[in-house]
């Protein structure tokens, strides 16, 4: 049974810290390409972060840049997001996505909220 957890989430000052964490079972995780969203209330999904299946390029989006950091380990199956510098824009749900490309596969979580609030 394939899963994907989502963890870390909470409420949070502006110019605070969070460290998301996704962990994947049911599936073979270094294959695939890890990314992250986000969905503010009232607006569409986005991407936030990526990156490539054996961590070696990471991308993002240009309200995160400088203050969001991806990273995966393969090892034990998890990806995470680091989030320096919150902004109350920052707030949403965060979902981890999987994505294997070449067979047209992906698999969501089922979210975390984030909250920056004074």
């Known amino acids: 049974q394939v899963q994907l957890v989502e963890s870390g989430g909470g409420l949070v000052q502006p110019g605070g810290s969070l460290r998301l964490s996704c962990a994947a079972s049911?599936?073979?995780?270094?294959?695939?390409?890890m990314k992250w969203y986000r969905q503010a209330p009232g607006k569409e999904r986005e991407l936030v972060a990526g990156?490539?299946?054996?961590?070696?390029?990471?991308n993002y989006a240009d309200s995160v840049k400088g203050r969001f950091t991806i990273s995966r380990d393969n090892v034990r199956k998890t990806v995470y997001l680091q989030m320096n510098g919150l902004k109350v824009e920052d707030t949403a749900v965060y979902y981890c996505k999987a994505e294997d490309l070449g067979q047209n596969i992906e698999y969501w979580g089922h979210g975390t909220q984030v909250t920056v609030s004074s």
């Open positions: 049911g599936f073979t995780f270094h294959y695939y390409i």
């Open positions: 990156v490539t299946r054996d961590g070696g390029v990471k």
